[in-house]
């Protein structure tokens, strides 16, 4: 592992139990020892930020790290401030099951014209 900063910032993000417990279970499962979840901004749209999960060991000078729910959740410095006040949850329903990430601090989306399915 690089020389990160480690930010012990546990409010900037958060991870549930129930994603935590699913993290930690397909680390095992995939023998990933010394991984962090990496939680990242993957693009934008008009419906605000796109965001992503990966598994990853190799981390820079920049990224912070957060210490929430037993796990290490390294995130970079583009995506810092739109994740902070975010939940990753996992869920299982019988459509499906997945990770949500829910940020309450980003504002609620507008349509602003762009020939999507904005409503």
Partial sequence: MSNTSV???TSSITVTPSAAEKVQ???SEQKLEDYHLRVYVAGMGCSGPQY???FD????????IVHTSGLS?????????YLDGAIVDYMETPQGAGFRIYNPNM?????GGCAGSCG
């Fill in 57 to 64: 060991n190799n981390t820079k000078e920049d990224d912070s």
């Fill in 52 to 54: 992503g999960l990966a």
């Fill in 73 to 81: 959740v390294v995130i970079d410095p583009n995506s810092l401030m």
């Fill in 25 to 27: 279970a397909m680390l």
């Fill in 107 to 111: 504002e609620a989306p507008s349509c």
């Fill in 7 to 9: 930010i012990d910032k």
